[in-house]
């Protein structure tokens, strides 16, 4: 159970685009089109951007996207806003388990 | 929809602690329960799942064996029975709401957890 594969950061200036990619393998990323996406901000409790690959929550901007391909899913971040500077978590389920990405820091230039 | 976790404090290596999650403004039965931690200056972990029924209780290969998860839906309360700790379990515990296949929308601020002789 190893964590899945994340850049350990990205960044980009405010206006631009930015991909995290999460790697994983044919038992969990690439076995089930279930993988969420967390933004988490340092002593705030994690918040769900992404679910089910590609659905937002109500509520989430229209600037987040999600995508998979194989074992290998991604976030997008479409017209970067200083908020978004955060910590993202990817996080697949796996059969009767549940594995998260390693985390990629986003930073806003 | 609230959770509050607690029961977190400073223990032994080899010591027990029993974490409780309770929750509010929802129909907690109907939901499976997870447990997720968060090490100092480290991502976030998944621990366990229970399903709403308690007919289904899973684990990290990390805590399997020493930690026990359960749930009382008379009570809206969720636990995670941990033993034999170990300093690799110092973690902040958070409880989180799964609505749909590791869709967690609502979380808990957590409580600490430190295994420190």
């Known amino acids: 159970q190893s964590a899945l594969s994340q850049p350990r950061s990205v960044s980009g200036s405010p206006g631009q685009s930015v991909a995290i990619s999460c790697t994983g393998t044919n038992s969990d990323v690439g076995g089930y089109n279930y993988v969420s996406w967390y933004q988490h901000h340092p002593g705030k409790a994690p918040k769900v951007m992404i679910y089910d690959v590609t659905k937002r929550p109500s509520g989430v901007p229209g600037r987040f996207s999600g995508s998979k391909s194989g074992n290998t899913a991604s976030l997008t971040i479409s017209g970067l806003q200083a908020e978004d500077e955060a910590d993202y978590y990817c996080c697949s389920y796996a059969g009767n388990s549940v594995i998260f990405g390693a985390g990629t820091r986003v930073t806003v230039l | 929809v609230q959770m509050v976790e607690s029961g977190g404090v400073v223990v032994q290596p080899g010591g027990s602690l029993r974490l409780s999650c309770v929750a509010s403004g929802f129909n907690f039965d109907h939901y499976t329960m997870h447990w997720v931690r968060q090490a100092p200056g480290k991502g976030l972990e998944w621990v366990s799942y229970?399903?709403?029924?308690?007919?289904?209780?899973y684990y990290a290969d990390s805590v399997k064996g020493r930690f026990t998860i359960s749930r009382d839906n008379n009570r809206y309360s969720l636990y995670l029975q941990m033993n034999s700790l170990r300093a690799e379990d110092t973690a902040l515990y958070l409880c989180t709401r799964d609505t749909h296949m590791v869709y967690f929308d609502f979380w808990g601020p957590g409580t600490p957890v430190t295994v420190s002789s």
């Open positions: 229970v399903t709403g029924d308690s007919r289904g209780a």
